[in-house]
Each structure stands twice: as structure tokens, then as C-alpha cells.
């Protein structure tokens, strides 16, 4: 079926935009940011492959919340001096793990 280009003169402020972002859900969100990546990365190297986009996409995100906060909570413990060996452990193999 041919298509049909049409263009809009609407224009929208971006608070409005961001106010509708707002709105969304958390996965719909989530799904707009990895968009809006993607367009960046296509925008600032538009030679690089498929995978490595994708690659660079999974980067930007960085850890999962759960992850995040361990770890911050693990940090937060090494700077109090008052982490475990068990949890310094831990600490080190997690970073080891995300060095890679």
C-alpha cells in the first residue's frame, strides 16, 4: 500500500512534552528512552552496526535498579568502615563482574 507523507506545523513546548512523559508508565517510559538512545547513537555515529548499537544502547541504561542499590549500599558500608568481609567480598566481585 503507497504512503502518504504529511507534515505538521504544530508546535509544542517542551515543557508539554516532558509533562506528557511524565504521564507515562514505567515501561512505556523505559521504552521511549531506549528510543530516544538509539536515535542519539544514530545521530552521533551513523556508521556503526546494528550490534553495536545495541551494545552502546545496554551501556547508557547501566544496572538494573536492584543492582544499583546494592551496590550503593555496599559502597556506603566500605566508606562507614562498617562492611563485612563476607560483603566487601561482595563488593569487589560485583565490580569485577561489571568491569568486564
Avoid: W
Avoid at 504544530?10 to 538512545?37: M, P
Avoid at 551494545?55 to 566500605?78: C, F, V
Amino acid at each position: 500500500m503507497p504512503k502518504v507523507h504529511v507534515t505538521s506545523q504544530i508546535e509544542i513546548d517542551l515543557d508539554e512534552v516532558l509533562q506528557g512523559l511524565a504521564r507515562l508508565g514505567t515501561k512505556e517510559l523505559e521504552q521511549f528512552v531506549d528510543k530516544v538512545i538509539a536515535l542519539q547513537a544514530q545521530r552521533c555515529a551513523p556508521s556503526l552496526p546494528n550490534d553495536e548499537t545495541e551494545l552502546l544502547q545496554q551501556i547508557n541504561r547501566g544496572l538494573p535498579a536492584d543492582i544499583r542499590q546494592r551496590y550503593d549500599a555496599l559502597n556506603a558500608k566500605l566508606h562507614d568502615e562498617t562492611i563485612t568481609p563476607q560483603e566487601h567480598e561482595e563488593l569487589l566481585a560485583s565490580f569485577m563482574a561489571h568491569e568486564k
